[in-house]
């Protein structure tokens, strides 16, 4: 038989060694787990440990590989929603932004178009009235000069906004290039917002991707409940700072043009009445932290960056002694009066907070306001008895899938068989190496794929063994036999894993979700097995030959 070179002997079973190591965390889940936890809490509080936490870092030694197979929301249960973003909002807030730009435009050739006059108007739409209709040409121009080109590949030579005449009015409005730019960044910022929100409370491995124009999926294991995991990022967390026109107990008070009536959060039957125009607003936000005022009541401090700042000093450097609103989702937090000029736009929301209450506004201003508005469509709430249940079930269909092909090969084919099963078993261990290593999910569908691939893994000894078995009867010597039937077999078994790989790679980059689960156990399954069953059956079976040297073999 022909010897195989030391250093791929070495080679191959340093590769199983490695597996095995990065494969056994998992078989000590929730203490590595835990373990896991500590380590970044630590790490997160600048090297700070707590007794309970280095007791749970005492529950895996560090010098050992610590990465899991991260479970997916149907075996570790979790929370399931699907929600659509109003992107149409967006488009109403951008248009009702340009209004002061649109006037001061104007200001400049109130010599020519008269008056300038806003009119109510459906939202998205900027409708602008002037009072000389003859200088309508030199209006359209003033307005047309603030549009800006689109900032995407397909919206390239077009602008922002079309600006059209009606009689005496003008209607601005955003043009259909901008829209589609827009709703692209709407849903990117609210992934974006969301993932920190989630980030934010150290849940493990969560989903959240885009489905379809205007939807976003989010699937979070480990949370408690639908519920709760729209509390934590259905908040739009909307900040704005607005100059307050009065204060009343009606509610039904008529704000007046270009007005808002906003309840107070804390105050009941008060009600503010505030331009509907902020000074600046959460998105020019840098930072915030929870804290305490003078009197030692918990609220939140805020840093503008230098745009915000400017506008934040400009407004209570000219407004000293005047009423300023800082609303919170359409609610007053607080009006304070300015009492001097701050500025370095650093201030503080003050207002009847708890400690949690104010940490919890912290977090959602320092991750980000949404947006425009969600509506969930769907929200599931998956217990973790189901997402345990589902384990078993996996587990079970593993063991039983195991056992029958172990006892097929060993049937089939004797001793070589065991040493199939044995080889199997080191394929298995390298798949879970490999997820651990990636940080791929583990889903039901992904099990499903484990349990395929041990079926799919044994064929190509099959292939080996009857080769072998054609050369023994043909009279070739054991050593002979092992060498030829090895090496006759590698161009099937290649050409029959190559198909199934191409099959996987097109369930990955073309399916989603369950279908992608599958396809990556697969994949990484047909790699290991594609291994095990030539290089790994092969050293079993040289080591075999060497230490028994055997004159004959029943294959």
Known sequence: MTQTPL??????????????????????????????????????????????????????????????????????????????????????????????????????????????????????????????????????????????????LTGIGSNDIDVSAEGSDIVVQLSPAERVATDQRTIQQSLEIIRRRVDEVGTREPTIQRQGEDRILIQVPGIGSAAELKSLIGTTAKLTFHPVVSRTADAGATPGPRNLLLPAMNEANTYYVVEQTPVVTGEELTNAQPAFDQNGTPAVEFQFD???????????????????????????????????????????????????????????????????????????????????????????????????????MIASYGLFGMFSVLALGINIALIFAILSIIGATLTLPGIAGIVLTMGMAVDANVLIYERVREELREGRSPGAAIDIGFGKALSAIMDSNVTGMITAIIMFVIGAGPVRGFAVTTGVGIITSMFTAVYVTRAIVNLYIRWRRPRTIIV
């Not at 109403?92 to 010599?111: K, Q």
């Open 7 to 152: 250093w791929k002997s070495l080679l191959i079973w340093g590769l199983v060694l490695l597996g095995l190591a990065f494969a056994a965390p998992n078989l000590f889940y929730e203490r590595v787990e835990r373990h896991n936890d500590a380590a970044a809490a630590v790490e997160a509080a600048g090297g700070t440990v707590l007794p309970e936490q280095q007791a749970a870092l005492d529950l895996w030694p560090d010098w050992l590989p610590s990465s899991l197979v991260p479970l997916g929301l149907d075996l570790r249960g979790g929370a399931h929603l699907l929600a659509e973003v109003k992107v149409a909002d967006v488009y109403a807030a951008r248009i009702d932004a340009m209004w002061p730009e649109v006037r001061d435009s104007l200001r400049d050739v109130r010599d020519q178009v008269g008056n300038v006059r806003r009119q109510p108007s459906v939202d998205g739409v900027l409708r602008v009235t002037i009072s000389n209709p003859a200088g309508m040409a030199v209006a359209l121009e003033k307005v047309r000069a603030l549009a800006t080109p689109v900032v995407s």
């Open 306 to 408: 230098a745009t915000g700042a400017r506008k934040f000093g400009d407004y209570t450097a000219n407004n000293i002694g005047k009423p300023f609103a800082i609303v919170l989702d359409s609610e007053v937090i607080s009006a304070p009066v300015i009492q001097s000029h701050i500025p370095g736009g650093r201030g503080i929301i003050t207002g009847s907070f708890t400690v949690e209450e104010s940490t919890e506004l912290a977090v959602l201003l320092r991750a980000g306001a949404l947006p425009a508005e969600m509506t969930f469509l769907e929200e599931r709430t998956i217990g973790p008895e189901l997402g345990q249940d589902s384990i078993d079930a996996g587990q079970m269909a593993a063991i039983v899938g195991a056992g029958l092909v172990a006892l097929y």
